[in-house]
């Protein structure tokens, strides 16, 4: 069983900064890559930024130059951290791995997708 576990969310002002951590846990073999999501109210979930287990990274246009992608491939973790945040950041942010290969009871199981429960960020005006 494979679980996203993520951190780091909570209350900031405008002009701020957050940091997410997002920890993958089980036997883990392989991560193909991490990303962070990000859902509004009343808004569809949008990526927001992209990291393979190459180091490649893609950032929404939103976020570019504000947040940085990076990742810990020892640890099978990766991190968001978001800097000069504003209002129309706050969203839920999830954590979403593809490709896991984990080890399973009955040997190695290739995950297409995990997701994670989200952890809340609210940006003050």
């Known amino acids: 069983q494979v679980q996203l576990l993520e951190s780091g969310g909570g209350f900031v002002q405008a002009g701020g900064s957050l940091r997410l951590a997002c920890e993958a846990s089980?036997?883990?073999?392989?991560?193909?890559?991490m990303d962070w999501y990000r859902q509004a109210p009343e808004k569809e979930r949008e990526l927001v930024a992209a990291?393979?287990?190459?180091?490649?990274?893609v950032y929404a246009d939103s976020v570019k130059g504000r947040f940085t992608i990076s990742a810990d491939n020892a640890k099978n973790t990766t991190y968001l951290q978001m800097n000069s945040l504003k209002p129309e950041d706050t969203a839920v942010y999830f954590c979403h791995a593809v490709r896991v290969v984990a080890g399973t009871q009955s040997g190695p199981y290739r995950y297409p997708e995990v997701w994670g429960q989200g952890t809340l960020v609210t940006v003050a005006s």
């Open positions: 990291i393979t287990s190459g180091g490649s990274t």
């Open positions: 089980g036997i883990i073999f392989s991560i193909n890559g």
